[in-house]
């Protein structure tokens, strides 16, 4: 079995009782302690016993998610709900009781976390889908754990444009099922009810009109494999019910005919309609809705990871261009390239990355004039990156004291946190998109509270 890394922080006294225990146990389950700057993407345990103070540690260790931390509280009754709420909303991954014969769970925890987290980082996913943003990189944990840890049937919700028939084909791909079968795509909005849903069922030759032939339908094609339902909110209300049995029972008949086949296969759904609303409006099913809604997973609209729009541009030009490699880009398009909206999302900005690739030509960067007319700011498209919503919390702070130093020191905090996050931690980058220097960023950084150290660990 490899090794499992996580770093450890702890809050208590060096002489509590729990403290070394804890550590011992980790060990003792195979888990190799660190420090948190030792281990920046591995998990961390933080041993507390304050909520307060817990809380402030989590804000610093898990930079907005990236960094999972386990939050165990060494002193009975541990902490009340209230708190580990506070806890999560924090950014902690998880918040337990500390009691000795929780070891076990606590080893398994840490591993599967990092089980998740190699999968996101291989291959398999990054040549597939790109973005290093801490919002897509919760998703994928999310789709990643479903997909290679569970059997469970998985609704992905998104606007258009998000990647959902991208994440339901590398689910297939990650499902670790022995002998697995095809993944089988149908679109719900072509499916004819007129047809008795022979699309999923299959016919007999001559059970209707048209039927010259004997065909198998989605139910016999995916048998072993995965069955993605796309746009499954619009399946008609009949299918809707033939569609649960399948799914209840296993079995099914083709169309003309009265024997049972046996079937079993992931089902995935995808929609960009709001199927909860639509199962209360009685428009979906409320019972198939409870049943393909096993694991639903919203994969975020373009707009909620900025920090992907450059990488992502860069992706498809490359893959537009292979002869010629990745092509840098003026600041100017860059600006263009996040200020602009993308109300289709990924498919928004791939297709602005082909008319772009179309214009561009040479081996330097991208300019403002490969950018096509129609693409073009407008006055108003360039304004607005919404630095009026300072004024909340610029009021806020005058109303408690705050003058103009500590108001424009608070900005370039979060100025630098953002970049940084946005920059998936990389120093280099987030000083660049800023405009300062390295080392002008790092300064910024040491000037912040220390990270946590780790604690002494001895058995
Ligand atoms: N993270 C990503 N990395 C690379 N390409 C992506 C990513 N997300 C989406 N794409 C690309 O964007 C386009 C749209 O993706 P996809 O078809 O999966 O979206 P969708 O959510 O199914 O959209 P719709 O609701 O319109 O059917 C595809 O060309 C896909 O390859
Ligand atoms: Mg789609």
């Keep these: 079995m490899n090794m499992t890394r996580a770093s450890f922080v702890s809050q208590v006294d060096a002489d509590h009782r729990t403290a070394g225990m804890v550590g011992a146990a980790l060990t003792a389950g195979g888990i190799t302690l660190a420090t948190p700057q030792e281990a920046p993407d591995d998990p961390c345990v933080l041993l507390a016993d304050d909520v307060s103070a817990a809380c402030a540690a989590v804000r610093t260790l898990s930079r907005r998610g990236w960094r999972r931390v386990l939050a165990l ?128 069922f299959g016919h007999e030759r001559g059970a209707f009109t048209g039927a010259v032939s004997a065909r198998d339908g989605a139910f016999a094609l995916a048998n072993r494999g995965t069955l993605f339902l796309d746009e499954v909110g619009e399946l008609p209300v009949e299918l809707q019910s033939e569609l649960l049995r399948v799914v209840q029972e296993g079995t099914y008949k083709r169309v003309g ?50 920090g992907d729009m450059l990488p992502l541009f860069e992706y498809f030009l490359a893959e537009l261009r292979p002869q010629q490699g990745v092509p840098g880009l003026d600041p100017v398009v860059r600006e263009l390239l996040l200020a602009r909206g993308y109300p289709g999302n990924v498919r928004d900005l791939r ?42 919390p610029i009021r806020r702070g005058l109303n408690s004291g ?21 920059a998936g931690g990389n120093l280099r980058q987030a000083a660049a998109r800023l405009g300062v220097t390295d080392r002008a960023l790092q300064m910024r950084r040491a000037g912040w509270r220390e990270e946590p150290t780790l604690a002494a660990v001895d058995g």
Excluded: M
């Design 73 to 200: 509280f060494v002193d009975p009754p541990g902490p009340t709900p209230a708190d580990a709420w506070l806890l999560l909303a924090a950014g902690a991954a998880d918040v337990l009781a500390w009691e000795p014969d929780r070891a076990g769970d606590v080893v398994a925890k840490l591993r599967r976390w990092v089980q998740v987290d190699e999968l996101v980082d291989s291959p398999d996913v990054t040549a597939r889908l790109v973005g290093r943003s801490p919002v897509w990189r919760a998703t994928l944990r999310r789709v990643v754990e479903v997909a290679r840890f569970t059997a469970a049937p998985l609704l992905l919700t998104g606007e258009s444009g998000t990647g959902k028939e991208l994440v339901a084909r590398l689910v297939h791909e990650l499902d670790p099922r022995p002998a697995k079968g095809d993944l089988v795509v149908v679109d719900c909005t072509t499916v004819v009810p007129t047809l008795s849903g022979s699309e999923f």
């Design 257 to 306: 005919s009265n024997t049972w086949h046996p079937t079993s296969f992931r089902l995935i759904c995808a929609t960009n309609r709001n199927l909860a609303e639509e199962q209360s409006a009685g428009r979906f099913r409320r019972d198939l809705y409870y049943r393909i809604a096993a694991a639903t997973i919203r994969l975020p609209p373009l707009r909620e990871r900025p």
């Design 351 to 392: 297709q602005l990355a082909q008319r772009v690739s179309n214009r561009h030509v040479g081996t330097g960067p991208v300019t403002a004039g490969d950018i096509p007319e129609e693409d073009r700011p407008t006055a108003d498209t360039v304004t607005g990156w919404g630095a009026d919503d300072f004024d909340e």
């Design 402 to 422: 705050r003058g103009l130093r500590e108001l424009r020191e608070a900005a370039a905090d979060a100025a630098v946190r953002v970049a940084i996050e946005e």
